[in-house]
């Protein structure tokens, strides 16, 4: 059988990948790509991969996720749909002409949380998306051409799209400078006042957690479609802020404020963007742990906390 292919290997998601997949399927060879190795807005060298390898999955986290400047600047926003959008299509189109499966990370950002007055989560695979900001509806755009280029007579061979929410890893992301939680710590250290928005309920996911999941459901050779995978129970922004500071014995200067005093150019899904991973479960996949115990492994492992 064809070996699993990691795009975006270099990444905090993508790193952790290549850490669990050997350990979760022993018998897959994995081959990580970083971004010197693929170019995935170059169709042609994509296929030319996608030829020496001849995967049976590809699964791919990389992503331009820069979320308020895909907002306000229209070069970034290009590049969003870009890479996120149509970049995704042609990497699902070769995986079908060459008999892979690809995987496809996506987001929480995919829908609304309740602020156009629609349903708030916890949202299930049904659910339907509204996006609210540029990043988001990027997203979508390519879960929607992922589907344009999925065999529909072989559900056993489509494409998986799988959504997660507020990652956080030990390898950091480039694109964002580190995580939050980094980035809390780091302030808190600094001496600064820290203001962390309250009115946004989510689930910070440990990106190991997350690959050992995606590592259990690529085990299932899962039917195609949507899954949702994230850690469990659910949390602000500011209260995730309270714990990591508590755990950490530090007591900083932290206010609770609302998503308009914050003022970020991009709309968050608020207030309640949570995912229900309900199809994983159902096939069997075990839950990830709950965020609380998942902040705690990651402390251990950054050496914020004695092991």
């Known amino acids: 059988m064809g070996p699993i292919l990691v795009v975006g290997a270099s ?163 480039a694109g964002k400078g580190g995580n939050f939680v980094e980035t809390m710590l780091r302030m808190a250290r600094d001496g600064k006042s820290i203001r962390v928005v309250d009115d946004q309920i989510t689930t910070p996911t440990y990106t190991l957690d997350l690959a050992e999941g995606i590592a259990r459901l690529v085990a299932t050779n899962p039917p195609g479609g949507v899954y949702h995978l994230s850690s469990g129970g659910a949390c602000s922004w500011y209260e995730f802020a309270r714990r990591i500071f508590a755990f950490c014995g530090l007591t900083p200067s932290l206010t609770p404020i609302t998503s308009a005093e914050f003022g970020a150019p991009a709309r968050r899904p608020s207030p309640n963007g949570v995912l229900a991973n309900s199809r994983a479960v159902a096939l069997g996949v075990t839950p990830l742990r709950p965020w609380p115990e998942a902040l705690q492994a990651y402390l251990r492992a950054k050496g914020h906390l004695a092991a």
Request: glycine share 10%; charged share 25%.
């Open 11 to 173: 990444g905090q998601l993508g790193s952790d990948l290549g850490r669990v997949l050997p350990e979760v399927l022993p018998d897959r060879r994995v081959i990580g790509l970083a971004r010197a190795d693929l170019d995935i807005t170059d169709p042609d060298g994509i296929e030319r991969l996608l030829s020496v390898h001849t995967p049976r999955w590809v699964l791919n986290t990389a992503a331009f996720h820069r979320v308020d400047d895909i907002e306000r600047d229209p070069e970034a926003t290009r590049q969003a749909f870009l890479v996120n959008a149509a970049a995704v299509h042609h990497l699902a189109r070769a995986c079908t002409r060459h008999g892979a499966r690809l995987l496809q990370l996506s987001t929480d950002y995919v829908f609304s949380g309740g602020q156009d007055g629609g349903p708030t989560g916890p949202y299930d695979e049904e659910a339907v998306p509204a996006p609210m900001c540029a990043y988001g509806l990027s997203k979508l755009a390519g879960e929607r051409l992922i589907r344009l280029a999925t065999r529909q007579d072989r559900p056993g061979e489509a494409h998986v799209i799988v959504r997660s929410c507020g990652l956080y890893g030990v390898a950091g992301s």
